[in-house]
């Protein structure tokens, strides 16, 4: 099963669950598609690394050959490149790798080089197999680094958990887009409670089953609770306000594997896990 | 007009908290909420008149007239987006809405024109003139190019207010388009970070980004009690690299009770919202060059 793991805030949590989960799984592939910022692998600490250059097309001109019609210029919807000066000059910053300049262009002058954006980094810590993505610092798009994570994503009967980006834009959508299940992991804040909406239209947008983990639960009134009972949200697990489990965790420690009772709260989690993707797949087949 | 950019990297460790404070504290006439991907700022800065509203149209979207399509399957074999669908039966061909990114070539190599790009809507640009000008926006769900609406939040604040000492701009995290488009024209970057290894990974990444920029760089670290270790070990970073600390902020439950509320945490009494008093002298020092 895939597991995708999102909340519209950033620090709700969502690395401490996808992490845990993954942890008490017992053969578990975990992916992290918050490629900007991916933090699993400092908890996994993964050995037996390997990695893969991920690259984007950009555009190569042979001045030779230009004679300067700027068709490709014109037809450029990114203003990626601009004949000025009598010389073509491309903006590799701002291609997005369409590949209509070089198909355009009558003299055949453009030609197509490899540009590196980031890797795909594989390892494995215990049982679990880790895949990485990681932009390069500079870089403005890691949607190509996450659709080569979807790509070889296992699709069969291994526990998939993708830890993916925070927000709701194109990048999320690649990262939830297979997914089988996603879980919504909010904070009770009014700040958590707005992102919560979001990534809860996101996911009916998608027609994914869902359902959502309130992390840094306190005592009193949870308006992220409150939010998911006025929404129909399947509450699946609550994790309270915890200085220790907070120790672990910024000291990029898994709970799961540091401590019993941890272990306990993640694997009935899991168990909750599996139970709701059941009855999505059983409301499925009946459709 | 001096533009203060709060970044992070890592979300969640504090941004729209110490932006929210900043502006009450510096009473600032502009500022602006760039993480348009999830917006919050508008949520602790109440406003009391109507904001502007406007549409915000990005790439456009490729639609296929399928009485026109001879089904040749050209777009589709060109689309590096994978945006094309020949649908039922490989003759009801279609773009799939979110994977389109508006380049044109199906467009331009459809031999019988049934393929034409639509602008589409992807976002709302949202603009307050009440006592001071706060620019935001949401970017529509499943968007892409968050970095152009990005820019053009910091237009429409410019736009309308450019006598202003300080604009305070919120940022958004990670480290791609969105953040990018906020660091240009930024006079000074403060990044919140956490003491946490994640926090600290975080930051490293997105010192790395705002360099690239030649901005000013300054370090707040939040929650800095939840792990002194780490805390020292932010310290010991930074000077290291020779990047000026703005302070630390205390966990305070308080906190996020005042947020809860729609206040900032200095219109309470708190710990937290005196260590940000503190925090912003500093950060003021640093931005007028006497830090």
Redesign the interface.
């Known amino acids: 099963m895939r597991i995708a793991v999102l909340s519209?805030?950033?620090?709700?949590g969502k690395?401490l669950i996808s992490v845990n989960l993954a942890a008490v799984s017992k053969e578990a592939i975990y992916i992290d598609c918050?490629v900007?910022?991916p933090?699993g692998h400092?908890f996994f600490k993964p050995e037996n690394l390997a990695a893969e250059y991920i690259s984007v097309k950009i555009p190569l001109v042979d001045n030779e050959l230009c004679n300067g019609c700027r068709i490709c210029a014109v037809?450029c919807?990114?203003n990626a490149l601009a004949y000025i000066n009598q010389k073509l000059l491309i903006f590799d910053d701002v291609c997005?790798?369409?590949?209509?300049c070089v198909?355009?262009c009558p003299e055949k002058a453009l030609a197509e080089k490899e540009k590196n954006i980031g890797i795909v980094q594989s390892g494995t810590s215990g049982l679990v197999h880790v895949i990485t993505g990681i932009?390069d610092?500079?870089?403005?798009?890691?949607?190509p680094i996450i659709k080569k994570l979807m790509q070889n994503a296992p699709a069969g009967q291994e526990d998939v958990f993708i830890d993916c980006?925070?927000?709701?834009?194109?990048?999320?959508?690649g990262s939830i887009k297979d997914a089988d299940y996603c879980v919504l992991v909010a904070?009770?804040?009014?700040?958590g409670v707005?992102?919560l909406k979001?990534v809860h239209?996101?996911v009916r947008?998608f027609r994914k089953p869902h359902g959502a983990v309130l992390n840094k639960c306190?005592e009193g009134y949870d308006?992220a609770a409150q939010y998911c009972e006025d929404h129909g949200i399947r509450i699946i697990g609550r994790i309270p306000f915890d200085h220790d489990l907070?120790?672990l965790?910024?000291?990029?420690l898994i709970a799961a594997r540091e401590n019993g009772k941890y272990r306990e709260v993640f694997t009935s989690l899991l168990q909750k896990v599996r139970e709701e993707v059941q009855d999505a797949a059983a409301i499925d087949f009946k459709r | 007009m001096q533009q203060l950019l709060i970044l992070?990297?890592?979300?969640?460790?504090g941004k729209?908290t110490i932006a929210s404070a900043f502006i009450k504290l510096s009473n600032a006439k502009a500022y602006a909420d760039c993480d348009v991907?999830?917006p919050?700022l508008h949520?602790?800065m109440s406003q009391s008149d109507e904001p502007k509203r406007s549409n915000y149209y990005g790439?456009?979207k490729a639609k296929i007239d399928l009485y026109v399509c001879i089904r040749c399957d050209l777009c589709r074999q060109?689309c590096?987006?994978e945006a094309i669908d020949s649908g039922a039966g490989g003759i009801m061909y279609e773009v799939y809405h979110?994977a389109c990114?508006?380049?044109?070539?199906c467009e331009?190599?459809c031999p019988v024109g049934a393929i034409k790009?639509i602008p589409a809507i992807a976002g709302e640009l949202i603009l307050y003139r009440g006592d001071a000008v706060f620019s935001t926006a949401q970017?529509k769900?499943?968007?892409?190019t968050?970095?152009l609406l990005v820019t053009e939040v910091k237009k429409q604040m410019t736009s309308v207010i450019n006598d202003a000492d300080i604009a305070i701009i919120d940022g958004?995290?990670?480290?791609?388009?969105p953040?990018?488009a906020s660091l240009n024209g930024a006079d000074m970057v403060l990044i919140v970070t956490?003491?946490?290894?994640?926090?600290i990974?975080?930051m490293e990444?997105?010192i790395?980004?705002a360099a690239?920029f030649q901005t000013k760089i300054a370090v707040c670290i939040n929650k800095y009690d939840?792990?002194i270790k780490?805390t020292e070990i932010i310290e010991s970073f930074c000077e290291f690299r020779q990047l000026p600390l703005a302070g630390r902020i205390p966990f305070d439950?308080e906190a996020?009770t005042a947020?809860?509320t729609?206040q900032s945490i200095v219109e309470v009494d708190c710990l937290s919202g005196q260590a940000a008093r503190e925090v912003f002298d500093r950060t003021m020092q640093i931005l007028v060059g006497n830090g």
């Open positions: 519209g805030k950033g620090g709700t690395t918050d900007e910022e933090n400092l037809f919807q990114y997005h790798s369409c590949g209509g198909l355009f932009l610092t500079g870089e403005a798009s890691g949607v980006p925070p927000g709701s834009d194109c990048i999320v959508m904070e009770p804040t009014l700040f707005h992102n979001m239209d996101l947008l306190l308006p907070g120790t965790n910024s000291n990029a | 992070s990297g890592k979300g969640g460790t729209t991907d999830a919050n949520l602790i790439l456009s060109n590096r987006f979110y990114e508006g380049c044109g070539v331009a190599i790009l970017l769900m499943g968007s892409g968050s970095g958004s995290p990670g480290l791609g388009c953040v990018i956490e003491p946490s290894v994640s926090g990974s975080d990444r997105i790395k980004t690239q939840t792990n780490n439950p996020v947020i809860n729609g």
